[in-house]
């Protein structure tokens, strides 16, 4: 494609992306560990913004079964801060193809947050257990 020229852009998505209009991935970890309980090693850096609202979660790519276990999402370690996700119970994640969409604490969606990393607490651990987590809402930073 030839050049359109000087401050022009082309996008597939249907919304301008620096603008906060629309639900955004706000942060993700892959292999999240949830081998033993307590803080996981991992946690999930918040992208690009400093306010937010958190919407959605969702917990999938187990590489193996962690039916059994559950794990709590929070802005601060050792389960302090603000609860985003209550000791989610990870039922039916049995494989790498299951989603669990983990609900988030109906207080938690109604609430502007500037915390910029956020702590997995495994409250029931799976041996070797690790999962991808993904957290969306909303970006409220000015531009």
Known sequence: ???????????????????????RLLA???????SATGDAAV???????????????AI????VDVSGGALA??????????EIVTNASL????????????????GTKAT??????LYVKVGTAVAGGTVDIFVYGFDFSEF
């Open 112 to 117: 502007r947050l500037t915390a910029q990393t």
């Open 73 to 82: 999402i929070w802005t601060a370690p050792a389960g302090t801060g603000t």
């Open 1 to 23: 494609m030839a050049n359109p020229g000087p401050a022009s852009t082309q996008t597939i998505h249907p919304s301008n992306l620096a603008t906060n209009q629309a639900i």
């Open 43 to 57: 946690t999930l850096p918040i992208n690009n913004t400093s306010s937010y609202n958190v919407q959605f979660v």
């Open 91 to 106: 039922t039916s994640n049995t494989s790498s193809t299951y989603v669990t969409n983990a609900t988030v604490v109906a």
């Open 28 to 34: 993700f970890a892959n292999s999240v560990p949830v």
């Open 60 to 63: 999938t790519n187990a590489n």
